[in-house]
């Protein structure tokens, strides 16, 4: 061969080639690609819609350390951005970013995180539009080769995923943080480009072979593969028809409407794990987090949940729901061994091969399954903390899938003959392959019947009345057991929906909005002493202000008789999230009597410098017995709801008065408890009391006969031996104050401001003892000043006088 001889049908076959005949397949993939982009708006809008109503009207993502208020964008703002990475999601992309930050003490720390789920309804979405799209362009073109078609395929795939990810990375999230570098959030990757390609090629190639006629019912690895990938799909259509509508109708009456909004974003997902359960695999979880600055969170394990007993409670199915995800999948395996009967043709040979066949696509179709609803996660900030978690149907999935298409091979060959005969005529000669249009007895293989001698389709005798009546009688009944156990399904969800643990937690927390003390404990008892439940009843708390004026039920979570209920609080426009767990008490057929176990209650203190025996609290009267300290000040704490709290003193306490003080007791918790300070003082009639009493005082004092009276401010040096007939008259009153005695033995202490005069009259005797007595009248003036402790005692005022 002469040199370059090689090269000259290349060369002239690319001169002969119309770069033209690129464009429609250009167009396709940008138009398919337009249309996908629409639709992940459109889930996106809804979802935000859902997301708001359930949440009071607000879809904003909650501040944090990390994302101070006011730096992240709201949502409804990056639909666009976050349409068109949820694209990229859709072609097996994974969310991705790092984050660079300076902590204190800590230095420079790097992380990264990751995120992998497919929206698989949206995958779906873009292979059917680039399938509708290659059958469009199909037959708006002139014949082709078959290269040609597949040049014009290749460049749909390749324009497809050049549009998928180039927009990916253009249009990637920024998060503008002042103090953290956080890189845009994307979701390109290798992988998104090489299914984008993928996809883009094939789903655009089988819509062009679509318009092509349709093929004899040839033999062939081709027309073989052709129908054992239909026969999988019939299987898991006739599965996920049911299975998804179910569950998105369950979710929307246990948590209203709002919630169903979202389930075109986790619906197929949700479908994928509920088809492995009744396939008899399980559903596994795998978490693991570990950081050195919290040590006390590092945790890690994993789990496997079966489709029977308690193990799915804790994502809120019932385990009786697991027979029923059995019975669907046996229903769809007749199903499918009917079409696959039907399709296939009877087989009169035993080869290992034909057995071999559809229990293959079984497995394959399982490892995607396994793959496509894999939910995972991972994030690493390197020393300071790493974490990973995943939610995957468990890994022998497959190899269970391989055994129910050898069961679905069996119902085939044994079963599907029998169920084949009540299958329409018309709908029997659709699933049957088309006839060769001659005889062609070689291509018939050893084992299989010819397409033309299906028994499915041979002449069938007319129905008896009697037989008409009896299949009419099955059938109704079957649909009667049907429409009974779907009823009856539907309402034990509906009516336990409606008793579920949310239910307990939102009774709980409507009692604390109305103020019924008295209600929420007996929904919560707290397991306090009688005397520590003084505040809470509703004397008092329906006349606490501020108190919780709204709830949002996050979440649900029941695990057997157990369940975790996530609620947030808004009070006086504090936000917080607070976890409610609960346990079934008697649980009976509609109703599991959700019981709430007792959580701690914030407390309140009152504190009183002064001892007091009695509080106004909200205006009930509360005894609190003596509390309070005449040298500093004393408290008592009770238990207490959230609320505004108004401690005074009762109208009867004449001889004492205060200030009222007012408290918020909030929702949370905080280091010390809020505290209503009683600033305690004299009253006026406990100041007239005291002074009273110190004049009577004086009064006794200045009877007296003595030189110096006992516990008197009243002092005369004069002997008794040379003194007679004493009497004593206060000549000037002394003025005195009243204060508290802050290092005192007593709340108050009297002191003199200005020290008052007396004289003592009396009879002297001169001669002090020698010689005869000489008495003669004697005056004597002294200075008058004295102090007293001050303090009530059972509601009496009592002084303890001092001459100092």
Not at 162 to 181: E, H, M, R
Not at 338 to 352: A, D, E, Q, S, T
Not at 406 to 424: D, H, I, K, N
Not at 671 to 686: E, F, G, H, I, R
């Amino acid at each position: 061969m002469a040199p370059g001889s090689g090269a000259a049908p290349m060369s002239a076959l690319l001169k002969s080639f119309d770069y033209k005949s690129l464009i429609p397949g250009a167009l396709v993939a940008a138009t398919s690609y337009v249309a996908v982009l629409i639709t992940a708006v459109i889930f996106l809008i809804l979802a935000l819609i859902g997301l708001s109503a359930s949440n009071g009207g607000n879809a904003e993502v909650p501040a944090s350390s990390m994302l101070p208020s006011g730096t992240v964008p709201s949502p409804w703002s990056l639909v666009g951005q976050l349409a068109v990475q949820l694209v990229v999601l859709s072609q097996l992309g994974a969310l991705g970013s790092s984050i660079d930050a300076t902590i204190p003490f800590m230095g420079n720390v790097h992380g990264s995180a990751s995120f992998f789920a497919v929206p698989l309804l949206l995958t779906a979405a873009s292979i059917a539009v680039l399938f509708l799209g290659g059958r469009f362009a199909a037959k708006r073109s002139s014949a082709q080769s078959t290269t040609g078609i597949w040049i014009e395929s290749a460049i749909a795939g390749l324009v497809f995923t050049l549009l998928v990810n180039i927009s990916g990375a253009v249009f990637a999230i920024s998060l503008p943080t002042p103090s953290v570098k956080i890189s845009p959030v994307g979701a390109v990757t290798f992988g998104s480009v090489l299914v984008a390609l993928t996809i883009g090629m094939f789903a655009t190639l089988a819509g062009r072979a679509s318009v092509r006629p349709r093929a004899d019912a040839g033999v062939g690895i081709r027309a073989a593969v052709r129908r054992t990938l239909e026969a999988v799909a019939v299987h898991y259509c006739v599965f996920l028809a049911i299975a998804i509508p179910v569950v998105v109708l369950i979710l929307g009456i246990k948590s209203g409407w709002q919630a169903t909004l979202s389930a075109p974003l986790w619906a197929p997902t949700a479908g994928f794990f509920l088809f492995g359960l009744g396939h008899l695999s399980a559903v596994s979880r795998t978490w693991n987090f570990h950081s050195s600055v919290a040590s006390s969170a590092n945790s890690s394990g994993s789990d496997i949940s079966f489709g029977f007993g308690s193990a799915l409670a804790q994502y809120g199915v019932p385990g009786w729901a697991g027979w029923l995800l059995l019975l669907l999948a046996l229903i769809s395996l007749l199903a499918t061994s009917v079409f696959w009967y039907l399709r296939r043709g009877p087989v009169v040979g035993n080869k290992i091969t034909d057995w071999a066949m559809l229990p293959a696509a079984f497995l394959v179709a399982g490892a995607l399954l396994t793959w496509l609803s894999s939910v995972t996660g991972t994030f690493d900030a390197g020393s300071l903390a790493t974490g990973a978690g995943s939610m995957t149907l468990a890994w022998w999935t497959p190899f269970v899938l391989m055994l129910w298409g050898g069961a679905t091979e069996a119902s085939a060959r044994y079963v599907a003959p029998q169920l084949s005969r009540y299958v329409p005529l018309a709908i029997a000669h659709k699933m049957v392959p088309v006839r060769p249009a001659a005889p062609v007895p070689a291509a018939v293989p050893t084992g299989y019947a010819a397409p033309g001698d299906h028994p499915a389709l041979a002449p069938r005798d007319p129905m008896s009345a009697r037989t008409k009546r009896t299949l009419g009688l099955v059938l109704g009944a079957v649909g009667l057991v049907v429409v009974l156990v779907v009823g009856a399904v539907i309402t034990v969800n509906v009516v336990k929906g409606g008793n579920g643990p949310d239910k307990a937690v939102n009774s709980y927390l409507q009692a604390l909005q109305n103020g019924e003390a008295s209600k929420a404990m007996s929904l919560a008892d707290p397991g306090l002493a009688n005397d520590q439940r003084v505040l809470l009843i509703d004397q008092i708390y329906a006349k606490a202000g501020k108190r919780i004026d709204g709830f949002d039920i996050v979440s649900s979570t029941v695990s057997e008789d157990h369940a975790t209920v996530v609620a947030v609080l808004h009070q006086d426009g504090r936000k917080q999230q607070t976890t409610f767990n609960l346990r079934k008490s008697n649980p009976e057929l509609l109703d599991d009597h959700w019981k709430m176990e007792s959580s701690p209650l914030r407390s309140l203190s009152i504190t009183s410098d002064t001892p007091v025996q009695t509080v106004l609290v909200n205006g009930q009267e509360l005894n609190v017995g003596r509390t309070g300290s005449p040298t500093g000040t004393a408290s008592v704490n009770y238990p207490a709801l959230p609320g505004e709290y108004t401690v005074e003193l009762p109208s009867s306490e004449k001889y004492l008065t205060a200030p009222k003080s007012t408290t918020l007791v909030t929702i949370g918790a905080a280091q010390a408890p809020p505290t209503a300070s009683l600033k305690v003082d004299a009253s006026d009639a406990l100041k007239s009391e005291a002074m009273a009493q110190v004049d009577a005082h004086l009064a006794e004092c200045v009877k007296s006969t003595d030189a110096q009276p006992a516990n008197c401010p009243l002092n005369n040096y004069s002997s008794s031996r040379y003194s007679r007939n004493l009497h004593w008259t206060l000549t000037t009153k002394p003025t005195f104050s009243m204060s508290k005695d802050p290092y005192g033995s007593s709340p108050w202490r009297i002191r003199t401001q200005t020290p008052g005069k007396a004289t003592v009259s009396y009879e002297r005797d001169n001669s002090y003892g020698f010689g005869t007595p000489d008495w003669k009248p004697t005056t004597d003036t002294t200075s008058v000043s004295m102090s007293a402790n001050v303090t009530l005692e059972d509601g009496k005022v009592k002084l303890t006088y001092s001459n100092y």
